[in-house]
């Protein structure tokens, strides 16, 4: 009879004991979880706060309503669910886990072991970090510290860090009507997620939200008021807070697999192979105590998510009951929902792609999400990085529109090895409610194939901005209608503006001897304009996603 | 100066002039327009009859707005459009298109001609079919006069054919306050997009919606009252309708093409090679009027569809200006809305992959759309098709909650040549808004594997509904809750109800001797009971899809 021990009852943990069982139905099973509660959702959290989410136990259940209680894993499962218990200390050579229970040892034998011993919250070196309405949010407990402060009248909060979890809490705690300020020490927000002319979109969101957003401040301290904390000190400047939230990312829990003396990756994480199996045979390890590898650069990733936890748990279920199931990898996609936006991002950003040495091709598509009459379109950007050779590297979606659907289309080309010419190919399912004719990511494809092709240069909306911020010469060339340039005018002594559909008859009014950059909404126009201009012998080049992303850039 | 003539000013034609004109600004392009418009986006007519899209003229313009009038392509494009013209003959040596217009005729010589001729609906043979009150729907006219009907009093439309378009008039003309009767000659609606169950589904929605469905009808006679139509004879029955609505598909116009001797492939369509080329070299065809390759099965089919005819459009438009480019095929997706389902399809069904020599797995996962705990979250049913090899072949999905994102994840797998396991390891994005943990097409992807690798098997949901319509003896395992079997009961003599959480503790009253088909609401504790059953030498099977379509299927 083959002993399985787990440490951690979380979403890997649980899945890989849940997965043993069904496998072997002799097997002895057993979950160590230090916690209360075993498989606590964990993303779940920011919308408990927010109440969209009722009761912290919804977190628990199954899709049918029950509770993962220990009982209910005995009872349903017969597999063993220890909680409040501490797993102590692995002994490779007995093959036994000390752990500690109501404040007494004891050991668990085992032929197998599975560490799934999940994250922590990173804690950055800022004075006063341990007042009192300084938190994160990693726990249910967490979440009702959150509510508590407010329950208790905090009105002002501070988030430290924008990244995904700041994002998410932003809202929430907006929602919850406190004011919100976020500081992120980069120089734009979501800095490992994004690149920066989509990061600009986000801010603008959280802008209008009435988020304030610092980017590029260090955190100097966080101030307080005997015990409790009143305000963060951000530069010079004290922003009021009676609560302030340290939102700087995760670190796995490595403390049991380093002391056992198992490999650790250079990301800081456990190195496992694709089987999930450490550098002891008999001992496996998935979730967020793991590195990953990334599919794309074949580089060890750090990229803790409850969906990579759960395909971790499956594989390490088959692999401690006799069979040999592989991992293999990530591509790095992440998604939130912040206010009314949708942001979502797979593979490498442009940034990380050029870094990385590669030769690398852009296109932003900016397009309504579905058949641009039908009601309730909303518009998303879209952004796609390829090598020259056309291969997909990557991918970016924001907007008030459907961006999962997008992203997912994607990381689904990006991990099957897609290049531009497959996604621009690709037989996706259109009506109107759904999508454009050509949906985006088609869209996006084809603007990066004529750029690789040579019929198109383009200028990217930021280096634009630099360039608006020169005294050099150059054009903007505006073929918006004139309902569009007056609505939402771009204003400098370089741009002029002559609708598209003049432009055949305008043309000799152009220079030859100046760069053209071609502008319209969203690209269309100013690709056509571009492509006529180059024709007809001009130095044209588009600018990449048109006003839809220049328009946000120079406004802020 | 090359001279560019298409016939056909819709999506292949329009797209192929302009991306000719992008690509070379000398050319003299001129595309010939039978009807009054160019471009009308005729995927949007119903929702025009419906009142979403209010006026026929928005189906017009693009994204910014403007009209696409011949003007708008003169002004814009330099592209002559020339509607109300009829192409009557195409002299493949003189190269050129003898035209009528205005009543006079006229000749367009071309150094390359494009054939974008587009589809006309069928019209089956039916005695009546030509009384006033029988329309198609497949032009702005068409639409209108619908409306008109309407306008005019007509209050119960019989719409024959229960394939998309008539799906999609079903909604439209019951929003209108009509009463709608469908009937379908076939045993199901959706015959040739969808496998039974899963159309099963759609009909049961239908039918909550107040649409009647004849399944297995052949319609004998449109009835009149003088002219106008009064009934429709189906069967023995007469229903009375005032508006009859032909929905059998549509046939591509292929008449210009044959008689100026060009290949007609044996779908009925032009033949056309991978640069979209016919058996003229210098005659390129696209759109609704040419025949597709299937790319899983090589061989041609006829899937007109908008968002095909723009690629269309794009290759031939490179292919008449010097470029090389090709069209890979399509793998016959298909998506729309009936009130509040969205019904999605992609690659073979299990049925087409069965006639095809496939040995087929298939799995079945009905999930919730997003994290079950989160706002809104609908149920959606996914169906997967794969190989024993793995190779991922066709998938279907219906329900309330987001269908077309697990189509097009599954869509680009299938087109890029994925396995399930491929698929069960897909980064996709998570987060609680937008799926659960591992989302349904994964869930559905571990299902096939778990199957394809004998831990499991499974008996549809369509079988079980045809065994327990006989005397044959077997056991119904219900192992959902007592409060779920009560709400939503299973009855029958062979129905045995033991929640999965007791199920360990009464395993001893189970037969051995008899087969057990075990069942939840929809199939992970099935699953899960069936697994426990088999490791303790029950004859276990779990049920295809739990409740979720058995339910369905035997209350029908």
Known sequence: MTKIVVIGGG??????AARARRRDEEAEITVIEAGEYPSMSRCGLPYYIEGLVHEIENLLQT???????????????????????????????????????????????????????????ARPQIPGIDAEGVVHLHSAEDAEKIVEAWEDGAEEAVIIGGGLIGMECAEALSRLDMKVTMVEIMDHILPTLLDAEMAALVKAHLKENGVEVLTGYRVEEIVTDGEAVSGVKIGEKVMPAQLVLIATGVRPNVELAKSAGLEIGETGAIKVNKYLQTSDPSIYAGGDCVENIHILTGKP???????????????????????????????????????????????????????LGYDVITAIAPSPDRFHHYPGQKPIRVKIIADKSGKLLGAQAVGLGVVDKRIDVLATAIQMGATIDDVANLDLAYA?????ALDTVIVAANIARNKRDGLIE?????????????DEDFIILD??????????????????????????????????????????????????????????????????????????????
Chains 1, 2 share one sequence.
């Open 63 to 121: 899709t049918y309503g029950a509770v993962r209680t220990p009982e209910f894993f005995k009872r349903v499962k017969n597999i063993d669910v220890l909680t409040k218990t501490k797993a102590k200390r692995i002994d490779r050579e007995k093959k036994v886990v000390e752990i500690e229970r109501n404040g007494s040892s004891d050991e668990l034998p085992y032929d197998y072991l599975v560490i799934a011993t999940g994250s922590k919250p």
């Open 11 to 16: 979403a890997a943990g649980l899945k890989a």
């Open 432 to 436: 109107p409610p759904f999508s454009m």
């Open 458 to 470: 383009s200028i990217s909306a930021e280096e634009l901005r630099k360039k608006i911020e020169s």
């Open 479 to 556: 073929v918006r209608t004139d309902e569009e340039a007056e609505k939402n005018p771009l204003e400098d002594r370089r741009v002029i503006h002559i609708p598209l559909d003049r432009l055949r008859e305008s043309v000799d009014k152009l220079p030859k001897d100046r760069e053209i950059f071609t502008v319209c909404q969203v690209g269309a126009r100013g690709y056509e304009a571009a492509r006529f201009l180059i024709q007809k012998g001009f130095r044209a080049k588009m600018v990449e996603g048109g006003m839809a992303i220049l328009g946000v850039l120079v406004s802020r």
């Open 301 to 355: 990733i750090y990229a803790p998510l409850g969906s990579t936890a759960n395909k971790h748990g499956r594989v390490m279920g088959d692999n401690v009951t006799g069979g040999k199931s592989t991992f293999p990898g990530v591509i790095g996609t992440t998604i939130f929902k912040v206010f009314d936006f949708t942001v979502a991002r797979t593979g490498l950003t442009e940034k990380e792609a050029r870094q």
